[in-house]
């Protein structure tokens, strides 16, 4: 299982543009990157998911290296609301035994 | 699309109480569903693994008899945390997938349970 790495937390402000990074150097060949955002009490919700290269919807950007051994959420202009804990998994297309371990998450505070 | 709807959302209840949490995928079949555990300040536990017409595949470190995890239907499962004791107090959160169809499909996850024992 490809094990994630992301900073614990970040700090922005409204109107900035926020980049987070995992780290995921033992991703294996039919592995898919997603990302969810979660807010207290609340289940994951699902932002964005790739393979390699780009990947962008109307909420992020999802950057994904050639080697595939890391990749960047990317939130444009965050407000308030964006305050949350965002974790990346990495986990196969299909076939075998999914096992989604979650890591600690990267806890996003956007300040005013 | 793609709701899951998880119930109850919150539940109180005294020691020696068996509790069932109901997960539901309103607009997909769920092959797969998963359930979780979260405590203060921490990240998502896998428990087990639900799948439709199977025994549930649990996590090392989780009792199976004392959560009973049912997957009767494309459409439902339910966790029974039973005989429940203080030190079972948490979010539980489920999520489903629906059957993957060459991409990886994400999961959907319902709001939790916050599970309370006096």
């Known amino acids: 299982l490809a094990k994630t790495t992301q900073p614990i937390s970040m700090d922005s402000y409204e109107g900035q543009e926020v980049n987070i990074t995992c780290s995921h150097n033992n991703i294996a060949t039919n592995d898919y990157i997603t990302w969810y955002q979660q807010f207290p009490s609340q289940g994951p919700r699902f932002i964005i998911q790739g393979y390699k290269t780009k990947v962008t919807n109307e909420v992020a950007s999802l950057f994904i290296p050639a080697d595939r051994k890391s990749s960047t959420l990317s939130l444009p202009r965050v407000s308030l609301s964006d305050t949350a804990v965002y974790y990346c998994l990495v986990g196969p297309a299909s076939g075998g035994s999914y096992i989604p371990t979650f890591g600690r998450g990267t806890s996003l505070i956007v300040h005013p | 699309g793609a709701v899951v709807s998880q119930h109850p959302s919150r539940v109180i209840c005294k020691s020696g109480t068996s509790v069932k949490i109901e997960c539901r995928s309103l607009?997909?079949?769920?092959?797969?569903m998963f359930w979780y555990r979260q405590f203060p300040k921490q990240s998502l536990m896998l428990m087990a693994t639900s799948n439709e017409g199977s025994k549930a595949t649990y996590e090392q470190g989780v009792e199976k008899d004392k959560f009973l995890i049912n997957h009767a239907s494309l459409t439902l499962s339910t966790l029974t945390v039973t005989s429940a004791h203080p030190e079972d107090s948490s979010f539980y959160i489920c999520?489903?997938?629906?059957?993957?169809?060459?991409?990886?499909?994400?999961?959907?996850f319902g709001d939790g349970t916050r599970l309370s024992i006096l």
């Open positions: 999520s489903a997938q629906a059957p993957g169809q060459g991409a990886h499909q994400p999961q959907h």
């Open positions: 607009d997909f079949q769920a092959t797969t």
